[in-house]
């Protein structure tokens, strides 16, 4: 029997063309948009503030530190010449951020005890204030280093040769900072890949919702269930014909969308993904994920009356769910609010256990709580669509 | 083969069925009459165990229904009105998937998918997708997945409703065929000439109440013996409607037409008396036999479209 069902229900999905379309394009289409669109984001090499230092005092601490500035990959140097207020004021309302005024005798001024002259930093009125941080700090350190090499020259004929020695230090960042990805070796960094494939494989998975309730909402009106309830098909037997094979689909979806995100994003010039270290927590958590997916999509499928109602409620809550658990906005970029109150959403667990392991490379136990939690959502959905669909038959369906 | 006493079933306030009786005999054709809401649907969908009752005992096969649904079940087939099968699929995988969910195996699944595509003419099709199919197909595939369990008992909902005549005569001959495998078929159709082409027996059901019930042939033999058709000439539906209520049996057809049933030489002494008073001439009185829709008419009060 349930060979039959099983069989059925595959050809009728691999027979909709838009059903084929919804469930396995849609999600690797997204999985490459996105990974390209974000790549710059997650990258380090991307130069996106631009800034012009005017030079006054053209002195070869001065020259120093518009080298030092050049050397961070954040900054991008504005390439027309300022030569008056007027022209720095145009700049400043066009596409320059910062502009950093070295007067005349700040070189001379910065080994003293109280500086007389100081940088003048002039800034876009449109600035975001982190960017603002941004490069305060940036200028703050390279401040401080010059400030420390002109004392130091200061201290040399007390000293002789302690600024050769402190030189190479001074300027070596790396030696002072050792940046760590939380959960990552020391040589992995987080990439735009490695954030949008579990993204797209959580929202894919729940777009079962659609082919699933409209088969289901068919089978009703056409009175083929009426027809299956007359030939001793329990609802139990019923529920799992419809079960099984979409939990086969979503596996399906999410082989097709690893592989994805392995080998056709790295063609396309963006960090191919790392799947990590565990095939048991991935069944984990995509099992969980598609419990809870089918769950939804039988609620919603006994729940309604017409094919119409179940794509639009059913698109509504998918995209309703996505944005609200992270997969359209990630997380990270949320407030605080906003970021505690993406938990009511399911596909924000199940993004959570894949992030756990695509992007932390964790194992089956980091999750464990996610891939129950959404075992359990679907079996409650499940429940409850068993609950409603039972009293339908009663009433003759 | 099929016992009903004093079956109730009310949906709310409303008895759909009230205390119902009826009994069919094994290996006939039985039609089931009655205007919409009459309850005819209720009964069938009880019978297959679709839907449950309040009051009263089914038996079929001589179990109790309430007791050996899944047993009684395995014997009967359903062929709803609706095609209740999946356009995506071939005709052999309909078939297939229909005889796998009934756990139908072996030989016995070549020699049911063999029977079903047979009697209903489908061979040349069974790979055809059906979507494809014309609307006469599509209906010969419905009622090739009820046989497909070789059932005893066939409950057939209107299988023959939006189809060209041509394809209805076939399905007909082949419900017929049904009687020759001393199969039990239990038929509700809108049109009336299919039930007096096929049906042995006819129950005449309204307001959840059997009316009439019996062989057909004998029904309308008795009834329609009795019966008489009163030709007049134009005359106003008012003044028909006042003289229908103060003759007894008499109901009026149409504006120029009045149907008297029973009939004898008092009442139609008195109608006619009736006539001539209030000025109407009559243009012919035929004595004739009674055809099953006019006496669905006379016993329900309702047009063939309401049926």
């Excluded at chain 1, 900054?75 to 005024?101: P, R």
């Excluded at chain 1, 958590?285 to 409620?313: H, K, P, Y």
Aim: glycine share 6%; charged share 20%; net charge positive.
């Amino acid at each position: 029997m349930f060979r039959a069902m099983l069989k059925k229900e595959f050809l009728l999905i691999m027979r909709d063309r838009h059903a084929l379309a919804a469930l396995f394009i849609m999600p690797s289409v997204f999985i490459l948009i996105m990974s390209m669109a974000l790549k710059d984001t997650f990258s380090s090499d991307r130069a996106f503030i631009n800034y012009v230092v005017i030079d006054q005092d053209r002195t070869a601490i001065s020259m120093e530190l518009a080298t030092l500035l050049k050397k961070n990959r954040l900054l991008k140097e504005y390439q027309q010449h300022i030569s008056s207020k007027k022209q720095l004021q145009q700049a400043l309302n066009d596409d320059l951020t910062f502009a950093v005024t070295i007067a005349v005798g700040f070189s001379k001024s910065l080994g003293n005890e109280n500086p007389a002259v100081p940088l003048t930093l002039n800034v876009a009125s449109d600035v975001q204030q982190n960017v603002l941080r941004l490069f305060e700090g940036e200028l703050t350190g390279i401040l401080m280093k010059l400030r420390i090499k002109a004392l130091l020259h200061k201290l040399e004929p007390a000293l002789p040769g302690i600024s050769a020695k402190t030189d190479a230090r001074l300027l070596d960042q790396s030696s002072l900072i050792q940046v760590r990805f939380n959960d990552l070796q020391n040589s992995q960094f987080p990439t735009s890949t490695q954030q949008s494939v579990p993204s797209w494989i959580v929202f894919g998975m729940f777009f079962i919702i659609i082919p699933m309730s409209t088969i289901f909402i068919s089978e009703r009106r056409q009175n083929t269930l009426m027809r299956m309830n007359g030939m001793n098909i329990s609802i139990p037997a019923l529920f799992t014909g419809k079960i099984v094979p979409y939990m086969v689909i979503n596996q399906i979806q999410v082989l097709l969308m690893v592989g994805v995100g392995i080998f056709i994003v790295p063609l396309l010039g963006a960090a191919p993904l790392t799947p990590g270290n565990s095939v048991t927590a991935l069944l984990l958590v995509s099992t969980g994920l598609s419990l809870a997916a089918i769950g939804t999509s039988m609620l919603i499928a006994v729940s309604v009356n017409t094919v119409e109602q179940a794509t639009t409620i059913g698109g509504i809550l998918n995209i309703l769910f996505g944005a609200i658990g992270g997969v359209m906005v990630p997380k990270f970029f949320m407030p605080p609010a906003m970021q505690s109150f993406s938990i009511v959403s399911p596909m924000s667990w199940g993004l959570e256990g894949f992030l756990d392991i695509f992007l932390r490379g964790l194992g089956p136990r980091a999750v464990v709580t996610e891939s129950f939690a959404l075992a359990g959502f679907g079996l409650l959905m499940l429940l409850l669509a068993w609950g409603i669909f039972a009293r339908r038959t009663g009433k003759g369906l | 083969m099929i016992r009903i006493n004093n079956l109730t079933k009310r949906y709310g306030d409303t008895a759909a069925l009230d205390r119902f009786c009826l009994k069919i005999e094994r290996g006939i054709i039985f039609g089931l009459l009655g205007p919409n809401g009459a309850g005819k649907t209720t009964l069938i969908s009880i019978l297959n165990g679709l839907t449950r009752f309040q009051e009263g005992e089914v038996e079929i096969f001589n179990l109790p229904l309430r007791q050996n649904l899944r047993q009684i079940r395995k014997r009967c087939a359903f062929i709803p009105q609706s095609l209740a099968f999946y356009e995506n699929l071939t005709v052999h995988e309909n078939l297939r998937f229909f005889a796998g969910i009934q756990s139908i195996t072996g030989r016995t699944l070549q020699d049911s998918l063999d029977r079903a595509i047979s009697v209903n003419h489908l061979q040349p099709l069974i790979n055809r997708q059906s979507a494809t199919l014309s609307g006469g197909e599509k209906r010969r595939l419905n009622i090739a997945i009820g046989l497909l369990n070789n059932p005893d008992i066939l409950y057939f909902d209107e299988p023959t409703i939006g189809i060209d005549p041509e394809s209805r005569n076939d399905i007909l001959n082949t419900i017929r065929t049904f009687k020759d495998d001393n199969k039990t078929v239990i038929y509700t159709s809108h049109y009336m000439e299919e039930i007096e082409k096929i049906c042995d027996e006819v129950a005449i059901i309204n307001h959840g109440k059997i009316i009439r019930q019996g062989k057909l042939k004998e029904m309308l033999q008795q009834e329609g013996s009795n019966s008489a058709i009163i030709e007049l000439h134009k005359c106003g539906p008012t003044r028909l409607d006042r003289i229908s209520k103060t003759v007894t049996g008499l109901r009026v057809l149409n504006p120029d037409t009045l149907l008297l049933s029973p009939q004898n030489s008092g009442v139609m002494a008195k109608l006619l008396t009736i006539l001539e008073r209030e000025d109407i001439s009559v243009r012919q009185i035929r004595y004739q036999s009674l055809s099953l829709e006019s006496l669905f008419i006379n016993l329900t009060g309702q047009e063939q479209s309401d049926v």
